[in-house]
């Protein structure tokens, strides 16, 4: 793997320079650059083949002079954070090798990342100030719309494809389980459709329909499984390790929890392609909010797409 730094980068760091093979597929070619980021030393580095992004924060000058050691370990986050595969992280990272210094390659590349740190300038969410690698910044930046040469795409999908291709693997990720999942409020009843990686469910369904529901993510609930043989999809064997109720594990006022709230859980279908490499809320009824007004329960077509839009929002965040 080579990390191919600007000038100023390159003159803190004063690595010794590795010329890359001419065969290096550029999967495993990243341009990296020194800039601010709220104030303070971040390090931006950018994939050469699909324009994917790690963001480094609060980086000391020793923090940066170790950026090769800090960019395997963030890119292992990021790719767990994205729902690939802990055998296709390992392999990728073995093929990519030790981490070496090159100078920066064509002005195209250069330009590529450029662009990267303009629009990571436009990223207003709080940082985490606790981590070097900015888990949340960089899934943003990876999930931005870029233009290439055959049209726009999106680099987190394009690192996944590249992935596939370079592997030599048919998948990256994980089965996903689209799920539907109904609660009641007083006399109100709602449901929610939700898609979730099965490699998140044990740890995370709970805190998703939450979300999906509008409600705080570790609120009160218990989880009622029901069987869907006749739809053809068989019983989830995962499920049988899902915690069946939570509550919040850290200290919280009383006056901040909710009561309890049942959920009666049906899996719909078996999701094979890939798409929803995080959870998300497809369609539902209802809210945890609008149920506290059973007037506006149904909502007008807007308010409910605006509901669906923070629902989604709050959702991306849940590996980060």
């Not at 210094?101 to 250069?110: A, L, V």
Request: proline share 5%.
């Amino acid at each position: 793997m080579i990390i191919r730094c600007t000038k100023d980068l390159r003159t803190q760091i004063n690595p010794p320079m590795t010329e890359a093979p001419d065969d290096l597929h550029p999967l495993f070619s990243w341009h990296a650059k020194k800039m601010k980021m709220h104030g303070r030393n971040a390090v931006l580095v950018v994939n050469d083949s699909n324009r994917y992004a790690v963001v480094l924060y609060g980086l000391a000058a020793k923090d940066i002079r170790k950026l090769h050691e800090y960019l395997p370990a963030a890119i292992e986050r990021l790719f767990e954070a994205e729902s690939i595969r802990p055998d296709v992280i390992a392999a990728y990272l073995e093929q990519a090798g030790p981490v070496v210094y090159g100078t920066t390659g064509t002005r195209q590349n250069i330009a590529r990342l450029n662009r990267a740190g303009l629009e990571l300038e436009h990223y207003i969410a709080d940082t985490q100030e606790e981590s070097v690698v900015q888990t949340e910044a960089s899934l943003w930046l990876s999930d931005y719309l870029v233009s290439g040469k055959d049209g726009y795409f999106i680099p987190n999908e394009a690192m996944r494809d590249d992935l596939k291709e370079v592997l030599g693997l048919d998948s990256v990720g994980f089965p996903a389980l689209q799920l539907k999942v109904a609660a009641q409020y007083g006399d109100q009843e709602f449901w929610r459709r939700i898609v979730i990686p099965e490699e998140l469910l044990q740890r995370y369904l709970g805190a998703v329909i939450n979300i999906a529901f509008g409600r705080q993510m570790f609120a009160a609930y218990e989880l009622h499984w029901k069987e869907a043989q006749e739809r053809g999809v068989p019983a989830v064997a995962a499920a049988q390790k899902i915690p069946t109720h939570g509550r919040t594990p850290v200290p919280v006022e009383p006056d901040k929890l909710a009561e309890t709230w049942t959920y009666e859980v049906e899996t719909e279908r078996i999701v094979e392609d890939e798409f929803y490499n995080r959870p998300q809320c497809l369609d539902g009824q209802g809210g945890f909010e609008l149920a506290i007004d059973a007037a506006n329960s149904k909502g007008s077509s807007q308010s409910r797409a605006l509901e669906f839009i923070r629902i989604n929002r709050r959702l991306e965040k849940i590996r980060s």
